[in-house]
């Protein structure tokens, strides 16, 4: 028998228990022995729950249970998950997590820990929801060399800018209907500022890389500056406005980036509507692959966290192997990330402005009065930052421009 143990019951960790009780025959034939929750560790109370006697609010009885062969971490934040996945596995239990506050901070360290301890830390779950995306880096793709990865990586700020391109709404509008639906949080700062985003493409990259990469030294831009206005401009570009996460391999450097970019509608990530998530990893033989689905919600995540559950169920003893190492990986300097901007002006300024960064197309609609916009050359991006800070008084908005090629 295969015991678990689930460490909170919000959305996530109520989701595992429904589908080890729902699917419990699948989950124990795919597994090769019988998959049981032993305890549910939560704060709360939850009268009447059909799980009512496996509540415990002591952490310590999990970790010190030499019955628990693997624990789910569904806790949220990022101390008190560390702190107790830690233990987990100091414990010789294997952890399997959604937490990519916690992966991004210390995936590294724990993997070190699981391997020292003959056990697992496994975090599908932490990227793409119910996509399954991480393991695929280094198993389908262990022949590749991972030249490139660009994702939508938010569901939250994908809804948000699909309702803002297709209903031409305003910002502030879309985040408040984001909020209502329970797309966003009361505070959605780290949805609309890319954070979440910023670390998810952070995990990617450590795995596709196997070096580590911090994503505190990723460039993060998010979406409160985008406005409707910039949909206009980018209909007539043949395009709409999503924020990707992308990391690109440059003669061994990394240049990995977090911000709004202009996709062509010749590109498959323009058709990834709604709270969706795609992902797009180019490798050096197979090419461009896409990988999509949702990327949140109860079910779609938990579905995600029971397989890591199988994974380690068929390796008790062992540690699943991740390429993940703690070698730092060579970031690239902004002088390296080179790209076309859209950017509006004001129409004074366009003659000056356009001619510092190279002009492609210029580009007008009727509702930006006293502006105008264009397409400007590549550039880098070292010397894009210089022009705008040297405008800015005359750059009303800018925004990347993704290849159509990715």
Known sequence: ????????YGTVGSGVVEIIDRNNKEVS????????????????????????GLFIKDYKIITDDPEVDIVVEALGGIELAYKFTKEALLNGKSVVTSNKAVVAEHGVELLKIAKEN??????????????????????????????????????????????????????????KEAQAKGYAEQNPEADVCGHDACRKIAILTSLGSGKTVHYQNIRTEGITNISKIDFEYAKKLGSSVKLLGLSRDVNGECVALVAPFMVSDKSPLYAVRGVFNAVMVRGNMVGDTLFYGQGAGKLATASAIVSDIIDCAKNIGKT???????????????????????????KEAFDEVSKALGIKEKVSVESAGDETGFVSEKISEDKFLKTKEDNSNSIINYIRILDVEG
């Open 320 to 346: 699943i192997e991740c390429p993940w190492k703690d070698e730092e990986a060579v970031m690239a300097d902004d002088s390296k990330k080179v790209f076309s901007y859209f950017v509006r002006v004001k």
């Open 1 to 8: 028998m295969i015991r678990v143990a689930v460490m909170g």
């Open 118 to 175: 003959n056990c697992s830390y496994l975090f599908e779950a932490s990227v793409g929801g119910g996509i399954p995306i991480l393991r695929p880096l280094y198993t389908s793709f262990c022949q590749e060399k991972i030249e490139g990865i660009t994702g939508i990586l938010n569901g939250t700020t994908n809804f948000m800018l699909t309702k803002m391109d297709e209903e031409g709404c305003d910002y502030d509008a879309v985040l």
């Open 29 to 52: 034939a795919a597994s090769k022995d019988e998959v049981s929750v032993k305890y549910i560790l939560d704060l709360r109370d939850f009268p009447g729950d059909p799980h009512e």
